[in-house]
């Protein structure tokens, strides 16, 4: 018996990653939630401008959810897909009755900075267990988070 998966991964590091990785994809799971609700529900005259980018997030955040969720198939292992898991698993925290624009637009840095802070965890285990498959897909959720940081936290005045 090999100690290493179908692409070349020692076992017990791809266990590792899949266990995060399902990790992450609860939190994604529960923020890709949390902006549906922003989408849906914000109110006032920044309405026509935030549901739209709040439309574009969260079709971005379901590919990422795919995109995990393959990652870890790829590394031999079942993604998680109960809501029950998601809801157990995630430090992105639901929110409800949200209407505020800036309530909302707060709701969408709050859960970059606990994806961002997971995705750190992940690319530092994936780099360990030589897994550039991982690491790149990671990485490049980094950057594309931190510029959008940047762009809320601007529009809060922050």
């Not at 100690?3 to 990785?21: C, F, M």
Request: glycine content about 4%; overall charge negative.
């Amino acid at each position: 018996m090999s100690d290493t998966n179908a692409i070349g991964l020692q076992s017990a590091n791809a266990n590792r990653l899949a266990e995060k990785l399902n990790e992450l994809l609860a939190n994604y799971q529960v923020f890709y939630m949390n902006a549906r609700g922003c989408h849906w529900n914000v109110k006032g005259p920044q309405f026509f401008e935030l549901h739209n980018q709040f439309e574009l997030m969260y079709t971005d955040l379901l590919t990422k959810v795919d995109e995990i969720a393959e990652r870890i198939l790829t590394l031999g292992y079942t993604p998680l897909h109960a809501y029950s898991d998601y809801a157990r698993l995630s430090t992105v925290r639901e929110v409800t009755n949200v209407h505020d624009a800036a309530q909302c637009v707060q709701t969408m840095l709050d859960g970059l900075s606990t994806l961002l802070q997971i995705q750190r965890d992940v690319l530092d285990t994936a780099n360990d267990a030589d897994d550039e498959g991982t690491a790149s897909q990671v990485s490049d959720y980094i950057r594309e988070q931190e510029k959008t940081v940047w762009m809320l936290s601007a529009y809060l005045g922050k």
